[in-house]
């Protein structure tokens, strides 16, 4: 069975911190792992990542893959109480189905 | 001991055809959703249901509608399909009020 785990489950920073956030998965098949930021109800898009190495950049987050230890890392660098959200982590295996992490609850405090 | 699934996996289906798709959750959630992801990964809402309330978004047709037998069943129901409606139809399930949301792995549905 396809499996994602992403840590920590919870965070508490303060604004400015950098923040890292982890997601280790097992699938069969792997296409692609995706980040979400969620907010609300609707998660947002953030990351699509399919290649190991290669950092994907977005403003104060980036993301990088390493498929050979199976694992992605979302960072924030100076974080602000807009981040504060649960960031999901996602794994598209061969039949374009998602198998979704717990997600990593962070909370940024001024 | 899975917390969210869907049935079918897959699903092809002709235009004008009427489909449901099942969702079921095993961890009490109070609210459960129904998200459209479109070919850029993005996912969109289109209904929020617990036992109070249904929020649609309005922004979906009204061919699809939403059915929940109990508290831990959310199936979508899609009357007239469409082509534009192939896509991977995701359901999710958290407590009220909305926390951490728990997402099944997703149904793809074909229409042809």
């Known amino acids: 069975e396809d499996k994602v785990v992403q840590s920590p489950l919870s965070l508490v920073v303060h604004e400015g911190d950098t923040v890292t956030l982890n997601c280790s998965y097992e699938v069969t098949n792997f296409r692609s792992l995706l980040w979400y930021k969620q907010e609300k109800k609707a998660p947002t898009f953030l990351f699509m990542l399919t290649s190991s190495g290669i950092e994907k950049k977005s403003g104060r987050l980036s993301s990088i893959l390493d498929k050979k230890e199976l694992f992605s890392i979302l960072n924030i660098t100076a974080t602000q109480t807009g981040d504060s959200a649960i960031y999901l982590c996602?794994?598209?295996?061969?039949?374009?189905?998602?198998?979704f992490g717990k997600g990593t609850k962070l909370s940024v405090i001024p | 001991d899975t917390a969210v699934s869907q049935t079918p996996k897959y699903l092809v289906t002709q235009m004008g055809n009427d489909k449901s798709i099942k969702c079921e959750q095993n961890?009490?959630?109070?609210?459960m959703y129904w998200y459209k992801q479109d070919s850029k990964k993005f996912l969109k809402i289109m209904f929020s249901?617990?036992?109070?309330?249904?929020?649609i978004n309005e922004t979906v047709p009204n061919r699809f509608s939403p059915k929940s037998p109990d508290k831990a069943h959310l199936n979508l129901h899609i009357n007239s399909l469409e082509l534009g409606d192939s896509a991977v139809y995701f359901c999710?399930?958290?407590?009220?009020?909305?926390?951490?949301?728990?997402f099944g792995q997703g149904t793809r549905l074909t229409v042809v």
């Open positions: 249901y617990n036992n109070k309330e249904l929020i």
């Open positions: 999710a399930s958290s407590q009220d009020p909305p926390d951490k949301a728990f």
């Open positions: 961890l009490g959630h109070d609210t």
């Open positions: 996602a794994v598209e295996a061969g039949s374009y189905q998602l198998t």
